[in-house]
Structure formats: structure tokens, C-alpha cells
């Protein structure tokens, strides 16, 4: 036997049994005063607490790994895993992807348990916009971020890279207005129909997102272009800077004892051009659906991090997810990003605790696919194939 195929057969599945996520808020509104590891905390207690039920107690947690972009430094994770009351035992290990953190700390979870650890692992992402520490140079210039890519290679910040795409990929104001619009009215709907209810727990007592809002395309034709004289970039069709946390418990499938949830089938991260950061999906969705044997048709439910309008319809029609005009009704059915919010170091999570609910949580069949990706700055893409199980 090949050291691959002894290494495939030995491997576990690792699957999400648990997912939950704090309510998602504007920078400087509702959650000013919380700090990341208290927003971690709180998503993970409320995690850790479903999983405890589902699998007959979680006293076998060994870990977190939680992703973060703009906190104050240390190890969020660990700080996070102790503020949530957990004992000094239990580890953690914080990770920065950019945009992406949130679900690449769950594949290196993942990783973590299809090696064999046995322990039940939590892992998701926080962001604290709001309290994030002014970072100053050795200089004494203060700025608002490191670098994505060193001297000799692009590195534009996140809106003037939207604008660039849309450009290149010829999207227009209309299109990204009607996406925009579609984010807002989808998730109100799913506001109140009560569809985020059992995923997010209460945080400095609130229980709702404050994004999602009744907005016409009227009031979109208003915003001016954001980041260009002539562009069609604006902030009605970008996402806000915000606060929140999410979180997913995951366990070896040995352990889950009949619980539903998410088998991680497959998963790829791939860069791409830092100039071009928002197209990194693409060929990262590509490679997952290859390493899963699975096509775009076979999934249930699609999820991406919606950081502007432009970026979202250049992936999309660079995949094939609907075309001029028509977006696959599978993608971000009860809203996304544009209305929610994005908080960077957490929104890769989201995802998956969105797909969570739409597919564990709303009874879809065993067997049934889904798909989270985001795009991250410095040039990079990521994808995950899930699967439930039940």
C-alpha cells in the first residue's frame, strides 16, 4: 500500500455537529463595547454547550482555533477558550487569512481531527472592528493595516480591488445594485420568518442582526462611487465593517452517535492575483468540487462571503452560478454579507454556520451538499465542500 492510500484509509472524517454565531453589527453601533475574545467566548460557550448535548458531553474538548485579522495581538484563541470558562487545559490557536481566517481555522481544525485526534474541536473566527488598536509604525505613522504583498507586487485595499474587478469583468451599477438589493430582502425575509433565530446566541444583550433593512433601488441610486471619480462601487453595494463571532464544534464521525451535521468532504486554498484578490474563489471552488468527485449541480446549498456586490457576480459568473440578470437562487438564499455585515476575521465561519442552518438545522437529506468559499486579501481563495450526515 502507497503512503497515500495507507494515509486515506487511516484518515477520520471530521464533521460539524454544532455551529452558532453572535448577531452581526455595524463598527461603533450595538457591540462598541465587547472585545473580540469576549465575542469569541460568547459564540463558543453557546457552541460548546450544543455540542455537549448532542454528543453526550463535551468534556472531551481539547481545542480551539479561531481566525482574526485586525485584534490586538497574543492568542485571541486561548484567551478566548479561558474567558468562555473551558479550564486551563484546553488550548487554542489563533490564525489570520484575511477574510478567509474564520474558515481556515476550521479546516485546520478539521485537519486536526481527520489525523486522529479524537477530542472534540471548536473552531470559527471573531472580529472586534470596534476595538480594534490603532497599529503605528517604527516610525510613529499610525496605519490602518499591514501589508497583503511586499514591495514589486499590487496591493490595493479591499474597495479599490472591487472596482478594478468590476471593471475587468464588466459589471455593471445595475447588477450590483439588484445583488445588493437581493442580499437586504432575502435576509429580512429570513429575519422574519425566525430562519437566524437558533443559530445566534445573544451577545451584551442583543439577539438580532441590525444590518438587514428595507431598502429600494431608489435609495441604492443615491450612493456615489466609493472608490473611483466614474466607478460603480458604492457603499449601498458593499458590505459594512463590523463586529461578530461564529463558531463550529467538530468530532472524529466515530463519536457523533447518530448526531446530524456536516461532513468536511473537501477543501482547497489557492492564490491568485493580489491585484485581483476577489477571484480567488474560483479556482479554489474548482479544486474542491474536483477532490469531492462532485460538480456545481450536485450541491444543495452555496454559501460566500459577500464583500461587495462586484466581487460576488465577477465569482459567479466566472463559475457558471447564473448569468446576466439571474443569480442561482442556492447562493446565500437568506442573505449574506452585503446585508449582514462582514466581520473579517469571523465571516469565513459564518458561512459555514449559515450552511449549518440551512442545511442541518432545516432537515435536508443525508447526502446533501454544500459549498462555503471566500475571497482573501493578498490574493487568495478558499473553498469547502461539506456533506450532512445524519
Not at 484567551?79 to 488550548?91: D, H, I, S
Not at 479524537?118 to 470559527?124: D, E, I, T
Not at 480591488?161 to 445583488?179: F, G, H, I, P, T
Not at 464521525?253 to 461532513?263: E, M, Q, T, W
Amino acid at each position: 500500500m502507497s503512503c497515500d492510500a495507507l494515509a486515506e484509509s487511516n484518515a477520520e472524517t471530521a464533521v460539524i455537529v454544532a455551529a452558532r454565531r453572535t448577531p452581526i453589527t455595524a463598527a461603533h453601533q450595538r457591540l462598541r463595547g465587547v472585545s473580540v475574545s469576549e465575542l469569541a467566548a460568547t459564540a463558543l460557550r453557546a457552541t460548546a454547550d450544543d455540542a455537549g448535548a448532542l454528543v453526550g458531553g463535551a468534556d472531551g474538548l481539547g481545542d480551539v482555533v479561531l481566525g482574526n485579522c485586525m485584534g490586538p495581538g497574543g492568542n485571541i484563541a486561548r484567551v478566548a477558550a479561558l474567558a468562555a470558562g473551558f479550564g486551563e487545559r484546553v488550548t487554542g490557536m489563533t490564525i489570520d487569512r484575511q477574510c478567509g481566517s474564520g474558515l481556515a481555522a476550521i479546516l485546520v481544525a478539521a485537519q486536526s481531527v481527520a489525523a486522529g485526534d479524537s477530542r472534540l474541536v471548536l473552531a470559527g473566527g471573531a472580529e472586534s472592528a470596534s476595538t480594534a488598536p490603532l497599529r503605528i509604525a517604527p516610525e510613529g505613522v499610525a496605519y490602518q493595516r499591514a501589508a497583503f504583498a511586499p514591495t514589486g507586487f499590487p496591493d490595493p485595499e479591499m474597495g479599490p480591488a472591487a472596482e478594478a474587478l468590476a471593471d475587468l469583468r464588466q459589471v455593471s451599477r445595475e447588477r450590483q445594485d439588484d445583488y445588493a438589493l437581493r442580499s437586504h430582502r432575502l435576509a429580512l425575509e429570513a429575519t422574519e420568518r425566525g430562519l437566524f433565530d437558533a443559530e445566534i446566541t445573544p451577545a451584551a444583550g442583543l439577539a438580532h442582526d441590525d444590518g438587514p433593512r428595507a431598502i429600494s433601488r431608489a435609495v441604492l441610486a443615491r450612493f456615489g462611487p466609493a472608490f473611483a471619480e466614474s466607478g460603480s462601487v458604492t457603499a449601498g453595494n458593499s458590505c459594512r465593517v463590523s463586529d461578530g463571532a461564529a463558531a463550529v464544534a467538530i468530532i472524529p464521525d466515530h463519536r457523533r452517535h447518530g448526531a446530524p451535521g456536516l461532513a468536511l468532504r473537501s477543501s482547497a486554498v489557492i492564490g491568485c492575483d493580489p491585484g485581483l484578490p476577489g477571484l480567488g474563489p474560483v479556482p479554489a471552488v474548482h479544486a474542491a468540487l474536483a477532490r469531492a468527485g462532485i460538480t456545481l449541480d450536485d450541491l444543495g446549498a452555496i454559501e460566500i462571503v459577500e464583500a461587495f456586490a462586484a466581487q460576488v457576480l465577477a465569482v459567479t459568473d466566472e463559475l457558471g452560478l447564473g448569468g446576466k440578470g439571474v443569480i442561482d437562487d442556492r447562493l446565500c438564499a437568506n442573505g449574506g454579507a452585503l446585508a449582514l455585515g462582514h466581520p473579517w476575521g469571523a465571516s469565513g465561519a459564518v458561512t459555514v454556520v449559515r450552511l449549518f442552518s440551512r442545511l442541518v438545522r432545516a432537515g435536508a437529506p443525508a447526502g446533501t451538499f454544500g459549498l462555503a468559499m471566500v475571497a482573501s486579501g493578498g490574493g487568495m481563495g478558499l473553498a469547502a465542500v461539506f456533506q450532512v450526515v445524519r
